[in-house]
């Protein structure tokens, strides 16, 4: 079923019974702006909707006040580990900003990140990944990693809502494609928030096409 709730990712609807958005990631180092405007347009030409930068240092983040301009379409920056960057891309005028609230410095960083997004109105994506759960949860994950990714997602959402923070879609990523599928069922059963489909560390061209076309194809057969 369509998620209850929608964001608006720099225009673009996600969720909510809007059609299905594509989305895919530039490969280049996102501070060449050159190189990474020309990978952005040819995605773009290729139908990509919304697209992701990496943004693991300053001058990447810097860089985005000159490429956002010059995108044909809405830009989401990629954060790890530092709030300050993620404040960065938020100033620079991304559409979105994709954080793990447990890497980024503590709650208080999550807290200013929000109130940053907020101000600006931008969306974030949050959620989880079976190369990176929490450590409480590494027992959980043994037991059942479906149910684990799920719980460390539940946890973000969580934190965000304390802080009355809503505008979020949120992923649990898998490179195992059961895995995967069971994650996104059990996620969707539990939150009203849109899901940011994936299967992480897919592999080559050939076998990573495939494993994401099984696994995201029987999430779309389910709506």
């Not at 079923?1 to 673009?12: H, I, Y």
């Not at 005028?93 to 503590?106: E, K, T």
């Not at 809502?161 to 996104?184: G, N, Q």
């Amino acid at each position: 079923m369509a998620s209850k709730r929608s964001v608006n990712v720099g225009g673009v609807q996600i969720g909510g019974g809007a059609p299905v958005v594509l989305q895919s990631m530039t490969l280049t180092k996102t501070h060449d702006v050159p190189a990474t405007t020309a990978q952005i347009a040819a995605l773009a030409s290729a139908g990509c909707e919304i697209l992701r930068v990496a943004v693991p240092k300053t001058e990447d983040a810097e860089a985005l006040g000159k490429i956002v301009p010059r995108s044909p379409v809405p830009i989401i920056a990629d954060i790890h580990f530092n709030a300050s960057l993620a404040l960065k891309a938020i100033e620079q005028g991304v559409a979105a900003v994709r954080i793990n609230p447990g890497n980024i410095g503590g709650p208080d960083k999550v807290a200013e990140v929000v109130r940053a997004a907020k101000a600006k109105g931008t969306p974030m994506r949050i959620g989880a990944n079976s190369g990176s759960l929490p450590k409480h949860l590494e027992e959980l994950a043994q037991k059942d990693q479906a149910e684990a990714l799920v719980e460390a997602a539940l946890e973000e959402v969580r934190l965000l809502e304390s802080l009355d923070f809503y505008d979020f879609k949120i992923s649990v990523k898998s490179s195992h494609v059961p895995t995967m599928i069971r994650a996104y069922r059990l996620l969707a059963a539990k939150v009203p928030y849109p899901l940011h489909l994936g299967v992480t560390e897919a592999g080559t061209p050939f076998s990573g096409s495939i494993k994401s076309a099984v696994g995201m194809g029987a999430l779309l057969a389910d709506g």
